[in-house]
């Protein structure tokens, strides 16, 4: 006979592991192969890895938080987050749900190398160009680091996380365009793209320029964080508490 005070229990257990089970169906629900395909109308601008283009005119959205990208694209498509060209492919009849769900699981699957990779003598200057345009490595903006970390751990870690490579809805910084980090905290305090704090203004807009500046500076000194590594920080940060 069953014990009944153990019933909580079990049924508690019972409860957490279809929930696991309900979100892992829910994960795999995204076919990636027609995410792929539908990134091919993204990589004009963005690149065939989503690796960026024109030196961050574009930004880089491999490896970005699924949740992060499908909240911008459908911003793009209610209008609330403007960009100019991305009006033709954010229109409801262009970009439905099942589409953002697709290609932001392609995109957020796609792990850019953060080394250079080793070649042959027999590589060709193109070779060695495209291959470089798949890496991850942005070079060294100038600033004060040290300033640059103390603020950046203080203001921005606990939704960006400690490494800068993002967490949920909060979008992955290290290893992003510095120009293009640099435009958006400048829409940010002009009220031209909102921000996730609460009311008019921001933690951008309490921030000197020379201090936004320097957190740029640092994000550029520590993207030589491994991929393991940074996975493996992520998810400790991830973990329930």
Do not use: W
């Amino acid at each position: 006979m069953t014990d009944p005070n153990s019933m909580p229990k079990a049924l508690t257990q019972f409860a957490a592991g279809a929930c696991f089970a309900l979100l892992a169906v829910a994960a795999g629900a995204a076919d990636l192969e027609k995410g792929k395909e539908i990134n091919g109308v993204c990589a004009a601008c963005h690149g065939d890895f989503g690796q960026g283009g024109k030196r961050g005119e574009y930004p880089r959205i491999a490896g970005q938080s699924a949740q992060y990208l499908k909240d911008q694209l459908r911003l793009f498509r209610a209008r609330k987050r403007i960009n100019i060209p991305m009006y033709p492919y954010t229109q409801e009849r262009e970009l439905p749900d099942e589409d953002i769900e697709d290609v932001a699981e392609y995109l957020a699957s796609i792990r850019l190398p953060t080394k250079p990779p080793q070649f042959k003598d027999t590589d060709d200057a193109l070779t060695r160009l495209l291959a470089m345009e798949k890496v991850m490595i942005i070079p060294r903006a100038e600033g004060d680091i040290d300033n640059g970390k103390k603020i950046y751990q203080k203001e921005c870690a606990s939704c960006h996380a400690k490494d800068g490579r993002g967490r949920r809805k909060f979008p992955m910084l290290v290893g992003q365009y510095t120009n293009y980090l640099k435009k958006q905290s400048d829409s940010f305090i002009k009220g031209e793209r909102p921000h996730d704090e609460e009311g008019p203004g921001g933690i951008l807009n309490t921030l000197k320029e020379q201090d936004i500046q320097d957190i740029l500076a640092y994000l550029t000194s520590i993207q030589d964080i491994t991929g393991e590594s940074a996975s493996a920080d992520a998810a400790k940060s991830e973990a329930p508490k």
